[in-house]
């Protein structure tokens, strides 16, 4: 039997954002199990206008290989609306990104591991450096706490409260 892999999963909307984070919460606990859930953040649009977004960063365990987990997501990316192809820089009902998988380096499956966002995007770094500070980044290998306090960028983002049953 494979062994379980630690998995951290971007988790995004700028459409009635609340709702759509939620029901994508609630269903990655249904089929993973209890998440690790980092404080949420709200960010201007990146690569668009557009209404702010909500993000925040999900800690997981899963046995499913790669492809199965991508095709997992976009499942669940397809139930609260999103259409398959949007445009990359869009607003977004639900946006769900594989940024980790245990400490794979390669793009297997149309799925590049480590997602390069984590070093340029505040609104993925900061929510996985709160997440999981200690832990390295797969190729650049500082934590995600060092890779944080050396980030250097004008994309702002501040917390917002957020509540979640989970």
């Not at 029901?23 to 557009?50: K, Q, R, T």
């Not at 820089?89 to 966002?117: A, H, M, N, W």
């Not at 060092?146 to 917002?160: F, I, M, N």
Request: glycine share 10%; aromatic share 8%; with cysteine.
């Amino acid at each position: 039997m494979t062994p379980p892999v630690r998995v951290y999963v971007g988790v995004g909307s700028n459409l009635d954002r609340e709702r759509h984070i939620r029901a994508g919460l609630d269903a990655l606990e249904g089929m993973f199990g209890e998440l690790a859930v980092s404080p949420v953040y709200e960010n201007e649009a990146v690569g668009f206008n557009g209404s702010p977004f909500l993000n925040l960063v999900v800690g997981l365990q899963t046995t499913l290989p790669l492809a199965a987990l991508s095709r997992t997501l976009k499942g669940i990316e397809a139930d609260n609306g999103r259409c398959a192809g949007s445009k990359r820089f869009s607003p977004c009902t639900l946006d769900l990104d594989i940024l980790t998988y245990g400490d794979l380096d390669r793009s297997q499956d149309g799925v590049d591991i480590p997602r390069s966002e984590i070093l340029v995007n505040a609104f993925v770094l900061r929510p996985l450096a709160d997440l999981a500070g200690d832990e390295r980044h797969p190729v650049d290998g500082r934590t995600y706490r060092e890779l944080w306090r050396a980030y250097r960028s004008d994309q702002k983002l501040w917390p917002v409260a957020f509540r979640w049953r989970g």
